[in-house]
């Protein structure tokens, strides 16, 4: 069956969720996308979209909007937890500069508007009870049942189309709980995010709506876990406690904090299968990874531009499928397993380990500004479009 000739159901309006249910209306599908939630919104975060996830939104003609909502990145900036700058990675030197700071509910809306303007059918209220792959059947909580051509299952960490594609895979606490809040900016902060690292603790903020707002969120190892998810809400002293011994621009900021989420972060094996019978993974449905290489969001628009443009290809639907997933399966390994290995370098917590290692980093970006930018060029230069 052609791609022009199919009825899609996504399952999940989120970054993934939406921006394959625009590609693919773009295509001629018809496309429905179910939302478990009575509305479509995303409170209380900030992300990063970086060049590789900017060029699918370019190419799904959202370019423009994602300008408006976002704010353009200018550097990143690592620096010691007292207060001293490590280095400036200056996102100039990238040669693509498409990268952004923006709001998720923005970047939700942003898509959200886009999939309804390509004709996309977005159902709210909409719980799925349980999936079988063969047909495939959806099966909601009110005892009514859909049969698409294809599902997606675009529904995040605790996905019901996961299970029925390959069961479910227990994830394990990696000994460390992240805080997040948003505050007014305080400091001024133009279009810069910083880094600030310590012992076994960091602190990443970056600003937001036009600079109006920062973005903080703050990890810290420790030996008992929180629930995952980070709806959780937390006493904004503990976040200060934890972070006392940090320097005057991390008090500045944490003193401003009124509200604050806490979460536990798990590690979840990427999906061994991402596709069944006519079922498909995107997002964190296929590969939940943690939040230190600011990944997530853009490793799900790359998913949405592959699938849409797999399921373009002639053949049975089962070979296209397995299209998607062999072009995606390796960066994504790739691109969870560096998120892994970014947390123990900001988290350095022996004192001549640690000034070795800032000393090496302030050396190689006084030098060598190019080859430190260079590092990225594997993940920012990765173009799904082309």
């Known amino acids: 069956m052609k791609l022009g000739d199919m009825n899609i159901t996504v399952i999940g309006a989120g970054v993934g969720g939406l921006a394959a249910a625009r590609a693919l209306a773009l295509r001629g599908a018809r496309v429905r996308?179910?939302?478990?939630?009575?509305?479509?919104?995303?409170?209380?975060?900030?992300?990063q979209v970086s060049p590789n996830g900017a060029c699918v939104l370019r190419a799904l003609g959202l370019g423009g909007a994602l300008q408006a909502a976002g704010?353009?990145?200018?550097?990143?900036?690592?620096?010691?937890?007292?207060?001293?700058?490590?280095?400036?990675?200056?996102?100039?030197?990238?040669?693509?500069?498409?990268?952004?700071?923006?709001?998720?509910?923005?970047?939700?809306?942003?898509?959200?508007?886009?999939?309804?303007e390509a004709g996309v059918e977005i159902v709210l209220n909409a719980q799925v009870d349980s999936l079988q792959t063969d047909g495939p059947v959806i099966r909601m909580t009110d005892g009514t049942e859909a049969r698409p051509d294809l599902v997606i299952g675009a529904d995040g960490l605790h996905s019901v189309v996961r299970r029925a594609v390959c069961g479910s895979l227990a994830p394990f606490f990696t000994?460390?709980?992240?805080?997040?809040?948003?505050?007014?900016?305080?400091?001024?902060?133009?279009?810069?995010?910083?880094?600030?690292?310590?012992?076994?603790?960091?602190?990443?903020?970056?600003?937001?709506?036009?600079?109006?707002?920062?973005?903080?969120?703050?990890?810290?190892?420790?030996?008992?876990?929180v629930e995952e998810g980070w709806r959780q809400e937390d006493d904004p002293d503990t976040l200060r406690a934890a972070f006392s011994d940090f320097g005057d621009e991390v008090q500045h900021m944490l003193a401003a904090v009124e509200q604050v989420h806490l979460w536990g972060?798990?590690?979840?094996?990427?999906?061994?299968?991402?596709?069944?019978?006519?079922?498909?993974?995107?997002?964190?449905?296929?590969?939940?990874?943690?939040?230190?290489?600011?990944?997530?969001?853009?490793?799900?628009?790359?998913?949405?531009?592959?699938?849409?443009?797999?399921?373009?290809?002639?053949?049975?639907?089962?070979t296209r499928l397995a299209a998607y997933q062999t072009r995606r399966r390796d960066r994504v390994l790739k691109v969870v397993d560096a998120a892994q290995s970014n947390a123990w370098k900001y988290h350095l917590s022996f004192p001549p380990v640690r000034w070795a290692a800032h000393q090496a980093i302030r050396l190689g970006g006084a030098l060598m500004p190019d080859r430190m930018m260079g590092q990225f060029s594997w993940l920012y230069e990765h173009d799904v479009t082309q």
């Not at 693509?96 to 886009?114: E, K, P, Q, S």
């Not at 133009?190 to 973005?215: C, F, I, Q, T």
């Open 175 to 225: 000994g460390q709980t992240a805080w997040r809040a948003i505050v007014p900016n305080v400091t001024g902060r133009s279009s810069e995010a910083r880094v600030h690292m310590g012992p076994k603790r960091h602190l990443v903020s970056y600003p937001l709506r036009g600079g109006d707002r920062l973005n903080l969120v703050a990890v810290q190892e420790r030996e008992t876990w």
């Open 265 to 318: 972060l798990f590690r979840h094996p990427v999906a061994p299968d991402w596709h069944r019978g006519g079922a498909v993974l995107v997002g964190d449905a296929a590969h939940p990874m943690l939040p230190f290489l600011a990944q997530g969001a853009n490793m799900a628009l790359e998913d949405a531009w592959v699938l849409a443009d797999a399921l373009s290809l002639p053949g049975r639907l089962e």
């Open 33 to 47: 996308v179910l939302e478990q939630a009575p509305k479509i919104e995303e409170v209380g975060a900030g992300l």
């Open 71 to 116: 704010q353009r990145a200018e550097a990143v900036r690592l620096m010691d937890y007292r207060g001293a700058s490590v280095t400036r990675l200056d996102l100039g030197r990238l040669s693509n500069r498409d990268y952004f700071f923006v709001h998720r509910a923005d970047l939700i809306d942003v898509l959200a508007g886009g999939a309804r």
